[in-house]
C-alpha cells in the first residue's frame, strides 16, 4: 500500500507495509536524519514532531501520522543550526548519532516549558540517551542556549 | 531530589599552561562537521548506501551449542525477490579471528565465517539476501535448519576441562603460543611472577585477599553495526563499513575469502560510536558473500537485538588479588590471578586479560613481589572482545578493592596508603617490560606522571576527609565518598603505526590524509590541529580525509588508546618533514640557503628581511608557473611508539545509599587526569565524562544475562538500560598540567582511562557506607539490600 504524509511542509506519496513504523518509511523516504537507535522506543534517536509534539517514530504506526503534520530536524534547520553551534562549543557533538532527536526534543523544550531549571531540562530530556558524552557538555550546551535565546 | 547544583568546586578550573604555550593545539577548537551532524545530513554507512543494494539478512542460531544437520534454503529460494541463500558451504574453510588486532592476531584463529557448528544463541548460520529488506525477513525465516542440540557450557567457572568441549572441530590453531588449549576450554593462558609472591606475602604482617566478580558489559554504540558492499569498475571488491580498523578488516576479509588484497577497499565514513564494539568485523563478511555471489551491491545493518545478541561484550572476570604489607602501609607483595570468559570464540581472549595486569600493576611499583596468571576459557555465552578499559578495567575493580581493604585493615586513609605505594615520575616497573600485549613488554621510564596533583585536586574538589567519609543524611539514606586511582596507556609500543601524508594545495591549504579513525571522539580534528600547529596555519587550512584503505596512508585503527599518541606523531612527523621541504624550495627560488628562510606561518622570508613570499603566492607558482621547478610538494610519515606513555587519573565519588531500598545513587563523580597535553581540551574532558559514565553504568546496573538455557535476556534497550542523564547527579572533570616528552606537543591519550574507577570506587564508597565489600557487580539494588540483609544476620 502507499501512503501519504505531510513531512517538513512537503507531501509524499511512499510505499509502505502494514504495521510499518514511522521511522522506517521516513528513512525509505530519504528522510535519513531520522535516526534508528533500539527499535523498542528507548534511545529518542528517532524523535520527529507530529503536529508539534516529540514522538519516538519507531513505535509509532506509520499509517497514524497520515493526515498529520511530521517535522524531522530538517525541517526545523534555522533553529537546529543555532543550537547546534553551542553544542559544539562544548565539544558535546561526539559520534553525534542521538544528535538529530536530541536537538529537535531540545527544540520543542524550548517552546513548551518556561525558563526550565536543570533537574526539569533533564527530565524533559531523559528519553534522548547519549553513549557518547557524559551528558555534562550537552547540558552546559543547553543552558547556555536557551540563556541565549531568552536573552 | 538530587542537587545538581553541588559542590561548587573551592577553586576555578586554572588554564592550562599549555593553552598559552601553543597557538591551535591545548585549545577548545570545534569540530567542523558538528552542524552536519545535528542535521541529520547523511554521514553513517546506512545513510550512505546505494539505493539498489540487495537487504542481507542473517539466520541466527536458537541454541547455544549444536551442530548443523542440514540447511534447505528451497522455501526462502522459492519466495519472489529472493537474491540468494549462502551457508557454510558457500564459504572457504578458513580458520579466521573476527578480532582487528596486530599480524599475527594474538587471538587463536578459532572461528569460520560460518560454520557446521553454532556456538551461541546468535550465531550465524546462513546468509539471506533480497531485493528488500521484508522479503529478506521472511526468507530469512523460512530458511530450514535441522540441529543436533549438545549440551552447552554456560558458567565460565566450570569451563575449565569440562567434558563439554566447545571447539572440538580440526584446523583452528593460534598464531603464536598463547596457550591456547581448546580441547580443555581454554583460549589462552599466561603467568608471570617477579620474586617471590608467596614467601613475601608469608613474611608480610598484614596481608589482605579479595575476589571480585566483573560483568559483560555491552559497548551499546548508537549506530548499529553496518556495512554495504559493491564492485566498483575495476572488479574490485569495496566495502563500506562501521569499523574502528579499515585496514585489518581488509586483510581479514583477504584471509576469509582467501582473496588477494589489492582486490579488496575498506572505507570508513562517520561512525556512530565504536568503544572496541567495532573493533571486529561483525557485517562486513556477510555482505561481501553477497556481493562476489551476486555481482550486486549489498547492505545490512544489525538490529539493536542483534547487536546485543550477537556482536561482542566486555569479557566477564573474576579476579583475585592479595597483597602484602608492612604495617606502615608499604607493599611487599601483589598476586593478581584471573578468570576470563571469552564466549563462544577467543577475540581479544590474551590481551584483554593480559592488560587486566599489565595496566593497572605498574601503578604500585614498590611491591618487590608481583604475580600474575590465569586462564581465558570459552562459553557457549556470546563472544566478548574490546571494549573501552580492555581488561584494566576488570583488574583496577580487583586491585582498588584490594588496596581499600588494605587501608581498612591498617586504619590508614585510602589516598595516603596510594600515595605511598603508587608511580612516580622518573620511576618505572618491570611488569612494563614484562608483559606486553600478548607478547613480552617494552621497557619504559616514566617521564611525565602527575598522579599526586590530580589526587590533590580532586581531594579538594570532593572535599576528602578521611575522618567523615560517611553521614547519614536523613533516616537510612547514607551519603559515602570513595576513591580509586587508575592508569591505561597510549598505543601498543612497536606494533601500532599509524601513517599521515600531507600535501600542498593551490590556494595555500593543506591536504591531510590519515589512516586514523574517528569514532566520534574528534580525532579528525584533533590531527588537523597538530598539523596546523606545526605548519603555523589555521585550522581551516587542513582539510581532512581518513579511513580509506585506497586513498589514505596506513594505520592500524583506533583503539588501545592510540589516536592521538600514535597517529598523532606521525601527523606531527610529516607536519614537520613538509615544513623542511617547504623552506628547502622557497630557499631554492629566492636563492638563498634554507637557513636564511624563516617561516612564519603564512608567510616565507628572509633573515636579512629583503625579500618575502606568501604560502598562498607560493603554491601557485610551484604547481602552476615555475616551469620545470614545478612539483607537488607533500611528506608522509609514520610512527610506532617505543614506548606507550600511561595517562593517569585520580577519582573520587561521592554515593548516596538507601539502606531501605538498597539503590545506590552517584551524587557526585570528581576525576583529575594527567593525559599530558590535551591537545583538544574539550573533547579530553568529554571523552572521560563519556569514559565515566559507561563505568558508572558498568557499576551500578548494566548486565548481560541469560536464561538456563542460554538464551540472552538482556537484548533490547528496555532490558538492559544505559544511563540516561537523570540517573547520574554531577560529573567533575578536570585536566592537569603534565608534558610527556615523547608525544606529540607532549600529548597522551584520554580515550579510555574514563572508564576504569567507577566500579572500584563506587564499591569503596559502599564499603565506607555500609562496611561491606560488594564484589559482585553490578551493585542493583536488591544485592545491595541481600548484602545488608546478611551482614545484619551475621
Ligand atoms: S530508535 Fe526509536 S527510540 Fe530508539
Ligand atoms: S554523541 Fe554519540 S550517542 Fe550521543
Redesign the pocket.
Known sequence: MTIRLNVNGKQNTIDCQAGEML?EVLRRAGYLEVK???????????TVLVDGKPV????YLAARAEGREITTIQGLAEEARAFARFLTAEGADQCGFCAPGFALTVLSMKKELHNPDEAEIRHYLAGNLCRCSGYEGQIRAIKKYLEAEHA | MRNYHSPTPPTADAPLEATEKFKVVAHDVSKVDGEGLVLGRPAYTDDLAPENALYVKLVRSPHAFARILSIDPSAALALPGVACVLTWKDCPRVPITRAGQGNPEPSPHDRFILDEYVRYVGDEVAVVAAESEAIAEKAASLVKVDYEVLNPVLDFEEALDNPVVIHPEPGIHEMFPIGFEPKRNIAAAYHMEIGDVEQELAASPVRVETTVHTQAQQHVALEAHAAFSYIDLQGRLVIVTSTQNPWHTRRLLGLAFQMPLRKIRVVKPRIGGGFGGKQHIHVEPYVAMVTMRTGKPARLALTRREVFEATFTRHEMRVKVRLGANPDGMLRAIDMQVLSNTGAYGEHALTTFMVAGSKTLPLYNKAVAVRFGGHVVYTNKVSAGAYRGYGAIQGLTGLEAAMDELAHKLAMDPVELRRKNMLHEGETSEVFRIMGEGTEGVAMNIESCKLEECIARGKELIRWDPDHLVREVAPGILRAKGMAIAMQGSGIPLIDMGSARIEFQDGGFFKLHVGATDLGTGSDTILAQIAAEELGVDMDDIVVHSSDTDHTPFDVGAYASSTTYVSGSAVLKAARSLKAKLIEAVAEKLGVAPEDIVYKGKIFMTTDGTKELSLDDFSYDTLYHDGEKMKTIEATESFTGDKSPPPYLAAFVEIELDTETGKVDVIDYVVVADVGTPINPKLAKIQIEGGVLQGIGMALYEDVRYSDAGHMLSHT?MTYPIPSREDVGRITVEIVDSYEPSGPFGAKSAGEIGIDTPPPAIANAIRNAVGIRLTEYPFTPERVLMALKAAKAK
Open positions: 521511522t534508528k537507535g533500539c527499535d523498542t522506543g528507548n534511545c529518542g534517536a528517532c519516538l517514530s519507531c513505535s | 534497550m
